[in-house]
């Protein structure tokens, strides 16, 4: 079998497969399933200062080829998730990456501090969730907004940082450098599309929150595209995400520059998806007699 092992901002991944922040919650109801040491890494759900219940009702809709979502940062908060959630995660044997959010600047900083000072592996800062009233994506949508976030976490905590970007913005590439200037030592990317459905018989937004996030197989092309810019742009490693459903297409974003991959959409439609799409990594590099995943980052040829 090949040697699946990447390392990110110096931390080891036994393999590059990650489900996304937002859809394994803390990984309880999975491992009912299949050992979470099987895993790369596992980002949790975003969790931000206080306890949040999210948006309301209808929240989650189903589009061609994928999904739209407005759950809203439901989450315990930060200090269940460090009391709670966080000592069982360190148990599984697999790197964990603690996704956070605000609605102010200081929330981010407070919630870097207090994670500085736990075994956490590495902070994933939020700053692409297009589906909050305030925050998320407030600071990912300018270069100066992403810049300063970034730099302010920076200062409070020594643990990797990797920064999740917003694919709805003019220019991720310009976003990329700002956030790579001010200390991001990877970036995440693509969060989900701003989108939106009505529903044609009440003539009223399918979601309650009237737009949501997109995700899912319809956004990959989208996705594939920004990483293959992002890494082409940055110095800094980059972590593929949108759409991946398969080997194939986790192999793909590999190519486009990606160092790792996290696994959204798929997990809600197969709850074994991350550990399908592993072994469908090691098939295609034992094919084609590739001993090492590292070998195929970045090694799309362009015409």
Not at 122 to 133: A, G, R
Not at 232 to 240: D, E, F, H, L, S
Not at 269 to 292: Q, V
Request: charged share 20%; hydrophobic share 45%.
């Amino acid at each position: 079998m090949a040697d699946l092992s990447v390392k990110i901002a110096g931390v080891e991944f036994k393999n590059p497969v990650i489900p996304a922040s937002g859809v394994f919650g803390y990984g309880r109801e999975y491992e009912k399933m299949y050992e979470l040491s099987r895993l790369g890494g596992i980002a949790t759900k975003g969790t931000t200062i206080t306890p949040r219940t999210g948006n309301l009702s209808p929240r989650i809709a189903e589009t061609p080829s994928g999904m739209l979502n407005s759950v809203g940062l439901q989450n315990p908060g930060i200090d269940a998730f460090i009391n709670n959630e966080l000592p069982y995660l360190l148990t599984k044997n697999t790197v964990i990456l603690a996704n956070i959010a605000g609605s102010t600047a200081d929330e981010y900083v407070k919630i870097a501090e207090m994670l500085d000072s736990t075994d956490v592996h590495m902070i994933e800062l939020n700053i692409s969730c297009p589906n909050v009233k305030q925050g998320g994506m407030a600071f990912g949508a300018s270069c100066e907004g992403a810049a300063s976030i970034t730099k302010q976490v920076r200062k409070v905590t020594k643990k990797p940082l990797v920064v999740k970007l917003s694919p709805n913005v003019t220019s991720i590439t310009d976003i990329a450098k700002a956030v790579e200037a001010e200390g991001a030592d990877a970036v995440s990317l693509i969060n989900t599309l701003l989108g939106m459905r009505i529903d044609i018989n009440s003539r009223r937004p399918v979601l309650k929150n009237n737009m949501g996030g997109m995700s899912g197989p319809a956004v990959f092309p989208v996705a594939v595209r920004m990483v293959w810019q992002t890494a082409n742009a940055v110095k800094i490693p980059v972590i593929g995400m949108g759409g991946i459903a398969s080997g194939e297409d986790a192999i793909e974003m590999m190519m486009a520059g990606a160092s790792a991959v996290q696994v959204g959409g798929a997990v809600f439609i197969d709850p074994y998806a991350p550990l399908k799409i592993i072994d469908g990594m090691n098939k295609w590099l034992d094919n084609k007699k590739i001993s090492a995943i590292k070998d195929i980052v970045g090694s799309v040829q362009q015409w």
